[in-house]
T-cell receptor, first 111, second 121 residues
Framework: GIQVEQSPPDLILQEGANSTLRCNFS?????LQWFHQNPWGQLINLFY???GTKQNGRLSATTVATERYSLLYISSSQTTDSGVYFCAVERTNFGNEKLTFGTGTRLTIIP | GAVVSQHPSRVICKSGTSVKIECRSLDFQATTMFWYRQFPKQSLMLMATSNEGSKATYEQGVEKDKFLINHASLTLSTLTVTSAHPEDSSFYIC?????????????????FGPGTRLLVL
């Protein structure tokens, strides 16, 4: 199956700093989503971005499908940004639709 | 829109008992729901795909007889952990797709419930 690797695995930053999280995947995909899992476990949709660039406030994401990677940018970090960030990809194959999650990046923002 | 709920949020049970977890799509109808399991400090692993009105599709290595899935309506899927043991203790999360699509997200987007923490003593 498709492999999804995220880097870095852990990231500790001071409040106000910027960060870039990376997601590499091993095959072409039809769907790529970024999620934030808060400390209580809730997964929050950030972006649906199989290709191109999107922005939402302090967050933006870029996926270069031909090179099989996606980047999530967080600017002016706040303590509420802490948590685990996952990318998840899907390769539709004869109707077998399912998301494969990456290894995750644990982000800790220090006040 | 596109809200998914789960009940209960946490459950503690004795070894050997069965536990039922409910997953509901609150403001949309979902023909397909997904069940994931997450161990501490690990990623989410898909357990099974739940299809309304038909049998669930289980991932390799997931025991069908131990993790019973029922998707009896377009808004409800249930996962029953039968004869639970301490190694089944985990965080169980469901998700669903809105086939109609949301105003700001395509139909492929999955929406996740808040999860259920299961502790088997």
């Amino acid at each position: 199956g498709i492999q999804v690797e995220q880097s870095p695995p852990d990231l500790i930053l001071q409040e106000g700093a910027n960060s870039t999280l990376r997601c590499n995947f091993s095959d072409s995909v039809n769907n790529l989503q970024w999620f934030h899992q808060n400390p209580w476990g809730q997964l929050i949709n950030l972006f649906y971005i199989p290709s191109g660039t999107k922005q939402n406030g302090r967050l933006s994401a870029t996926t270069v499908a031909t090179e099989r990677y996606s980047l999530l940018y967080i600017s002016s970090s706040q303590t509420t940004d802490s948590g685990v960030y996952f990318c998840a990809v899907e390769r539709t194959n004869f109707g077998n639709e399912k998301l494969t999650f990456g290894t995750g990046t644990r982000l800790t923002i220090i006040p | 829109g596109a809200v998914v709920s789960q009940h209960p949020s946490r459950v503690i049970c004795k070894s050997g008992t069965s536990v039922k977890i409910e997953c509901r799509s609150l403001d949309f109808q979902a023909t397909t729901m997904f069940w994931y399991r997450q161990f501490p400090k690990q990623s989410l692993m898909l357990m099974a795909t739940s299809n309304e009105g038909s049998k669930a599709t289980y991932e390799q290595g997931v025991e069908k007889d131990k993790f019973l899935i029922n998707h009896a309506s377009l808004t409800l899927s249930t996962l029953t952990v039968t004869s639970a043991h301490p190694e089944d203790s985990s965080f169980y999360i469901c998700s669903a797709r809105d086939p109609a699509g949301a105003p700001v997200a395509p139909r492929e987007t999955q929406y996740f419930g808040p999860g259920t923490r299961l502790l088997v003593l």
